[in-house]
Each structure stands twice: as C-alpha cells, then as structure tokens.
C-alpha cells in the first residue's frame, strides 16, 4: 500500500507544494495524496482555477468541510478537524509529511489521533529533472543571461574618471544603479530577481555579500544573477568576474586559474561519480596553482565554499557539490559549477555555468561568454 503523503503550505514559496500541483497559491491549503488521485482542499477564492489549472488533482472545497463540522456540533472548525475529517472519510490514520510541515498543526492533529512521520526529500524524485523542467530551468537561465548581458552593457560603456570611478551617464556607478538595470531587464524578460550580488574590489571577497557604493575601474567584479520565472517557478544562475578596464597580473592568474577550475569541474561530472569527488579535483587544482584555502589575518580566504548545488523550483537544493556532501551523481541531475577564489589584496573571482549530468559527462547549459576584460 502506497504511503499517504500530506501537506499544508502554499505553493508560491514551497517548492514540493509547487512541484505536487503545478498551481501557484499564495496562502497555505491541504494536499493529500496515496492510493488515488491527489486530494486538494481549496478555499472558494481559489477552486474554480485550482480544477482548471490542476487537472491531475481531485479538488474539494474547504467551505464544504466547514459546513459540515459545523452541522456536526463543532462551533469554529479549523484545519486540522478539516484533515481529520478528510482522513475519517478515507480511512487514514498516519502520513507521511515533509520536514519542514507546521509544528503547532503537527501537534493538533497528533492530539486528534493522527499519527505523522517527517520525511526528508519528501518527493525525491524532485532530483532527477525531465526533459520539460531542464526546459524550463533554461529558460530562468536565459532571464539571467538578459540581465547580464544588460550588467555587462552599462560597465562596457561606463566612463573612467581620474579617480578610477565608474561613471554612467553622468553619475557615479554604484552596486545598487547596476543591480536595478540588471534586475530591471530579467522582470521584463519575466523573471523575478532577489538579492542579485554586484561587488566589487574586497567586497566580492565575501561570496554572498550584495555589494554596496560606488563600482572602480580596473578591479574585479562579481555579478551573481539567480532569477526565478514568474511562469513556472524555476530558477536560473549565472556568475560572472568582470573588470571594467585593466585587470593586473594577479587578477588576471586569479582569473585563469578560476577558469581552468571550472573546467575540471565540468569534467569530472558525469553518472556515478561522487559530488564530493568533483569539488576535491577543483580543490587540489586550485592548491597545484598555489591558491590556499584558510583562515588569514582573521578571515577566511581561498576557495571556500562549494562547487556547486543542484537546481530547480529552488535556488540551492540537492545535490549539493562540496566537501561534505555523500551524494551521488545520476542522470538527470542540474547542478551549477561554481569554484571561486577570494583574496582580500587581490579580490574575488567566480565563474558559474549550470551542468546537466548526463551518462557520459556534462552538458553545459549555459550559454553566456566568459570575458575578463571590457
């Protein structure tokens, strides 16, 4: 017998809610799902286009159970009588739910005799993309390469100043005037962007910092675009090191060291191999090279963080591609390379493609040009 599976979220913000229906909701509603069609119980503002929009699912209105506890003798039913009554009706007396389902609603349904049972990577066949969803993860990444391209058109065409500032169209560039552009172009390309990192000199150092205050010329730059399509909810990524003028001899080995990196990542990456494996060949690279990775004069410096991670309805989701990590890699998985070297008196460099792991290698789906100078 088939687990009985259930949710309570909504699925503008919960990806396994998003994958489950296809429908975007922005409050949360019950999914129910085991020996049958999936079950969900929709508010009357919501059933008309949840049956038009969900046809895979057999949808039932909330307003209904209402009614009915009420006739029942219960004077202010919530949802947790709602799902015990769904699971009277269809003899259910344990679920299996995600991980991160509410706690107070845990509690409310054990003392209503419902037995729950959490259960890490809830669909985990949300791994292995289809044909479709690799589709739909290039289209993302063709939002996020709208934007750079737009990113990379105002530093190309950005002045130089004596004091090295960039300036554009008569005004100081900053990190938040080129974010806007690039954020600007992915919502007209409909995509929605959050937190795209623009940094520059020692703030890219900092692989997650947004970047703040004025852009300088011959310095390196940090662009991280990670868009999500308003249509289907899946993400795209790109980064790219740019340096608006002349990069000098150490930015430039930094660069080409990064590089060839990302390269060795993408060759190793191919079924069967450990994602732990791929980010040690970048690691020892990167040590060959003589870029150490450690904690220097109180910060951590070098090659610090992962290599990658997958992608798909969220931005970081298995498997992930680190030191740490005991996955395996199987065909169908997307994940990004993203090696990168950070060093405060030099600054920081990231490369990021996204990879789709096939039986003999990788398939880069990425299709953005790599240029350090412009």
Same mark, same amino acid.
């Given at each position: 017998?088939?687990?009985?599976?259930?949710?309570?979220?909504?699925?503008?913000?919960?990806?396994?809610?998003?994958?489950?229906?296809?429908?975007?909701?922005?409050?949360?509603?019950?999914?129910?799902?085991?020996?049958?069609?999936?079950?969900?119980?929709?508010?009357?503002?919501?059933?008309?286009?949840?049956?038009?929009?969900?046809?895979?699912?057999?949808?039932?209105?909330?307003?209904?159970?209402?009614?009915?506890?009420?006739?029942?003798?219960?004077?202010?039913?919530?949802?947790?009588?709602?799902?015990?009554?769904?699971?009277?009706?269809?003899?259910?007396?344990?679920? *299996?739910?995600?991980?991160?389902?509410?706690?107070?609603?845990?509690?409310?349904?054990?003392?209503?005799?419902?037995?729950?049972?959490?259960?890490?990577?809830?669909?985990?066949?949300?791994?292995?993309?289809?044909?479709?969803?690799?589709?739909?993860?290039?289209?993302?990444?063709?939002?996020?390469?709208?934007?750079?391209?737009?990113?990379?058109?105002?530093?190309?065409?950005?002045?130089?100043?004596?004091?090295?500032?960039?300036?554009?169209?008569?005004?100081?560039? =900053?990190? #938040?005037?080129?974010?806007? @552009?690039?954020?600007?172009?992915?919502?007209?390309?409909?995509?929605?962007?959050?937190?795209?990192?623009?940094?520059?000199?020692?703030?890219?150092?900092?692989?997650?910092?947004?970047?703040?205050?004025?852009?300088?010329?011959?310095?390196?730059?940090?662009?991280?675009?990670?868009?999500?399509?308003?249509?289907?909810?899946?993400?795209?990524?790109?980064?790219?090191?740019?340096?608006?003028?002349?990069?000098?001899?150490?930015?430039?080995?930094?660069?080409?060291? @990064?590089?060839?990196?990302?390269? *060795?990542?993408?060759?190793?990456?191919?079924?069967?191999?450990?994602?732990? #494996?791929?980010?040690?060949?970048?690691?020892?690279?990167?040590?060959?090279?003589?870029?150490?990775?450690?904690?220097?004069?109180?910060?951590?410096?070098?090659?610090?963080?992962?290599?990658?991670?997958?992608?798909? +309805?969220?931005?970081?989701?298995?498997?992930?591609?680190?030191?740490?990590?005991?996955?395996? +890699?199987?065909?169908?998985?997307?994940? =990004?390379?993203?090696?990168?070297?950070?060093?405060?008196?030099?600054?920081?460099?990231?490369?990021?493609?996204?990879?789709?792991? =096939?039986?003999?290698?990788?398939?880069?789906?990425?299709?953005?040009?790599?240029?350090? #100078?412009?």
């Amino acid at each position: 017998m088939p687990d009985t599976l259930l949710m309570f979220a909504d699925s503008e913000r919960d990806a396994n809610m998003l994958y489950a229906t296809g429908l975007f909701v922005p409050d949360p509603f019950i999914y129910l799902a085991g020996r049958s069609r999936p079950l969900l119980v929709m508010s009357d503002l919501e059933i008309d286009r949840a049956r038009r929009q969900a046809p895979h699912c057999r949808v039932v209105s909330l307003t209904t159970y209402f009614q009915k506890l009420k006739r029942a003798g219960l004077k202010s039913p919530r949802y947790p009588q709602v799902i015990r009554e769904i699971c009277r009706e269809n003899k259910i007396r344990r679920a *299996i739910v995600p991980d991160n389902f509410p706690l107070g609603l845990a509690k409310d349904l054990k003392k209503l005799g419902l037995k729950l049972k959490p259960r890490t990577g809830f669909f985990p066949k949300r791994e292995i993309k289809s044909a479709d969803e690799v589709r739909k993860i290039s289209a993302a990444l063709t939002m996020a390469e709208v934007g750079m391209a737009e990113g990379m058109q105002v530093l190309r065409i950005s002045k130089i100043d004596k004091r090295r500032q960039l300036i554009y169209r008569g005004l100081p560039l =900053t990190s #938040e005037r080129l974010r806007a @552009v690039i954020d600007c172009a992915i919502l007209q390309a409909c995509g929605l962007a959050a937190n795209t990192i623009v940094a520059g000199g020692r703030q890219a150092c900092d692989p997650h910092e947004r970047g703040f205050g004025r852009l300088r010329a011959h310095e390196p730059i940090i662009i991280d675009i990670f868009p999500r399509s308003q249509k289907t909810g899946y993400f795209g990524d790109i980064t790219r090191t740019i340096v608006r003028g002349r990069a000098n001899e150490a930015v430039r080995k930094l660069y080409h060291t @990064v590089y060839a990196g990302q390269k *060795i990542g993408f060759e190793k990456i191919r079924a069967q191999v450990k994602t732990a #494996e791929v980010h040690k060949a970048v690691q020892q690279y990167f040590v060959q090279q003589g870029y150490r990775t450690g904690r220097h004069n109180g910060r951590m410096e070098g090659f610090f963080h992962g290599t990658g991670h997958g992608l798909g +309805l969220e931005i970081h989701e298995a498997p992930r591609v680190s030191p740490s990590s005991t996955e395996v +890699l199987r065909p169908g998985h997307v994940v =990004t390379v993203e090696p990168g070297l950070y060093y405060p008196e030099i600054g920081g460099v990231r490369l990021e493609d996204v990879a789709l792991v =096939t039986t003999n290698g990788a398939k880069n789906l990425t299709r953005f040009e790599k240029v350090l #100078e412009i």
